[in-house]
């Protein structure tokens, strides 16, 4: 019979966990340590697995789908100027028309991503249920010509859909100083799992790998090579690595990402660090769990490519609700400086 922990054991539980990660003890000391509660951005709207982008007027951001006033929004969105006070743009909808292979009675359409390419369009990589294995997502692609859309995927079939390993899901764009594209995802390899939190945690547990894909520079989706598994899910992360969000921090290679469940208390953000964008890659972290400035479940960070600024999500009395901070990395150490 499964008993759920208490929130003070599942915080103890995760904060033994980070400290088995690290290999820097001495810089972790006191990492974690309580502090004031953060506020969460637009009084606590819902706005999950949100994604950054900046633009001259200011930040943007993408989230998952939502329903507001009884009607989904695929692709929700909120603006900045000074990446504190956060408006939610009631009535908009990035990407209101599904591409074919959508499941469209259930299409579940996740962690939207958008970067903007050389020739000023903009690219969104996102991901939905699959209409040929409904119980499977894929990774895709959209395309726009002005930031608030509407983004169109034209495709018939999806873009990264290995359904025999469990499909795909959260994909996020990444520029290199050398002006290389890039995009990390996660093979949802519990999507196939034998049960437990998240599908996962029951013997054999299936691996769920964070891969980097190589794409043209021009049109941000031509393929190039084969994609890199950069880390997978280990004893420490429960049932899944997920969530991927790759930058340039402190003079390394940041792939932040959560483990554990999202249901569950355990749910965290974490980040692991490497000198070359191919990796090796070592786990660090995490950075936020349960108990960390108050929050509940903290996941889903995403960083302004080659900056410091980052917006994740944590739970709250009307879903997931949006944070913002400033992140600096020492050694192999994150930090993050709360804005509210």
């Known amino acids: 019979m499964f008993r759920p922990l208490t929130l003070a054991a599942t915080a103890?539980?995760?904060?033994?966990?980070?400290?088995?990660?690290?290999?820097?003890?001495?810089?972790?000391?006191?990492?974690?340590?309580?502090?004031?509660?953060?506020?969460?951005?637009?009084?606590?709207?819902?706005?999950?697995?949100?994604?950054?982008?900046?633009?001259?007027?200011?930040?943007?951001?993408?989230?998952?789908?939502?329903?507001?006033?009884?009607?989904w929004v695929h692709v929700p969105m909120a603006k900045s100027p000074d990446f504190q006070t956060w408006t939610y743009l009631t009535g908009v909808d990035a990407m209101p028309t599904l591409a074919a292979w959508v499941d469209l009675n259930s299409p579940r359409v996740w962690a939207p991503d958008v970067v903007q390419l050389d020739d000023g369009s903009f690219i969104m990589y996102y991901t939905a249920a699959y209409k040929e294995a409904t119980n499977l997502h894929c990774v895709s692609y959209a395309t726009s010509n002005t930031l608030l859309g509407p983004y169109v995927d034209s495709l018939k079939e999806p873009w990264i859909c290995p359904t025999a390993i469990g499909g795909a899901i959260d994909p996020s764009g990444y520029t290199n100083s050398d002006g290389t594209r890039w995009v990390v995802y996660k093979i949802d390899g519990n999507a196939i799992g034998h049960g437990g939190s998240c599908g996962n945690t029951v013997e054999p547990i299936v691996s769920t790998p964070i891969m980097l894909q190589q794409v043209n520079a021009a049109d941000?989706?031509?393929?190039?090579?084969?994609?890199?598994?950069?880390?997978?899910?280990?004893?420490?992360?429960?049932?899944?690595?997920?969530?991927?969000?790759?930058?340039?921090?402190?003079?390394?290679?940041?792939?932040?990402?959560?483990?554990?469940?999202?249901?569950?208390?355990?749910?965290?953000?974490?980040?692991a660090t490497a000198s070359h964008i191919k990796g090796p890659y070592t786990k660090y972290g995490p950075l936020f769990v349960t108990g960390t400035d108050g929050m509940t479940s903290p996941g889903g960070l995403d960083i302004a490519v080659n900056g410091n600024h980052a917006i994740w999500h944590g739970a709250g009395s009307t879903g997931r609700a949006a944070y913002t901070a400033i992140l600096s990395l020492t050694g192999n150490v994150v930090t993050a400086s709360t804005l509210s």
């Not at 969530?243 to 792939?255: D, E, H, I, N």
């Open 12 to 71: 103890l539980l995760a904060s033994s966990i980070a400290v088995a990660r690290y290999t820097e003890e001495d810089e972790y000391e006191g990492l974690l340590k309580k502090r004031a509660p953060i506020t969460p951005v637009m009084s606590g709207q819902n706005f999950p697995d949100p994604a950054l982008l900046r633009m001259a007027d200011g930040w943007h951001a993408f989230a998952t789908n939502t329903i507001i006033n009884g009607s």
């Open 220 to 271: 941000g989706y031509s393929k190039i090579g084969e994609p890199i598994q950069l880390i997978t899910n280990g004893p420490a992360d429960g049932p899944v690595v997920e969530a991927p969000s790759l930058s340039y921090l402190g003079g390394k290679y940041v792939l932040f990402f959560s483990s554990n469940c999202f249901a569950t208390t355990l749910y965290d953000v974490s980040y």
